[in-house]
């Protein structure tokens, strides 16, 4: 897996897929000898949701106040 996300043909092919669309990639990669957290999947979504919204700001307001509802 650390070879396809290092290696540049992938992106190369998917930025040709996107069309010239925003194309974000995360990535996680679940490790056995290191925190519980980095073994289960709520590691990965918990990396993928820090991603997305570092990258993309404007999301912060619609996911707090999706969870607002949510909980509420």
């Given at each position: 897996?650390?070879?396809?996300?290092?290696e540049?043909?992938?992106?190369?092919l998917?930025?040709?897929w996107?069309?010239?669309?925003?194309l974000?990639?995360?990535?996680?990669?679940?490790?056995?000898?290191g925190?519980?957290?980095?073994?289960?999947?709520?590691?990965?979504?918990?990396s993928?949701?820090?991603?997305a919204?570092?990258?993309?700001?404007?999301?912060?307001?619609?996911?707090?106040?999706?969870?607002?509802?949510?909980?509420?």
């Amino acid at each position: 897996m650390i070879y396809i996300f290092e290696e540049p043909r992938p992106k190369t092919l998917l930025s040709e897929w996107a069309s010239g669309e925003r194309l974000p990639c995360a990535w996680f990669y679940f490790w056995n000898v290191g925190t519980s957290l980095q073994n289960l999947q709520l590691g990965l979504l918990r990396s993928i949701f820090y991603y997305a919204l570092s990258k993309y700001t404007e999301l912060i307001t619609v996911v707090f106040l999706a969870i607002c509802r949510f909980i509420s």
